[in-house]
């Protein structure tokens, strides 16, 4: 799997297939410059849910 950057030259050979690289890079398993970032987001400490009528408004009928 040869891997170009998409801004300009550089790319990134990984001795695998597409597929493959693509589930290292979802699994957070793979060795890569590119996608490093992705490792760093903050997960945020809350989360909650609302319900389709509070967050769209109440429907009518």
Known sequence: MLYNEGRG????????GCLA????VLTR????AYFGHLYDVLKPTE?????????L???RR
């Not at 690289?21 to 290292?24: D, E, G, K, T, Y």
């Not at 398993?29 to 890569?32: E, F, I, K, L, S």
């Not at 989360?47 to 967050?55: G, S, W």
């Open 9 to 16: 030259p550089r790319r990134e050979h990984h001795d695998m």
């Open 29 to 32: 398993t793979a060795q890569t």
């Open 21 to 24: 690289f693509l589930l290292a």
């Open 57 to 59: 408004g109440a429907s």
């Open 47 to 55: 989360h909650h849910f609302e319900t389709a009528d509070r967050t």
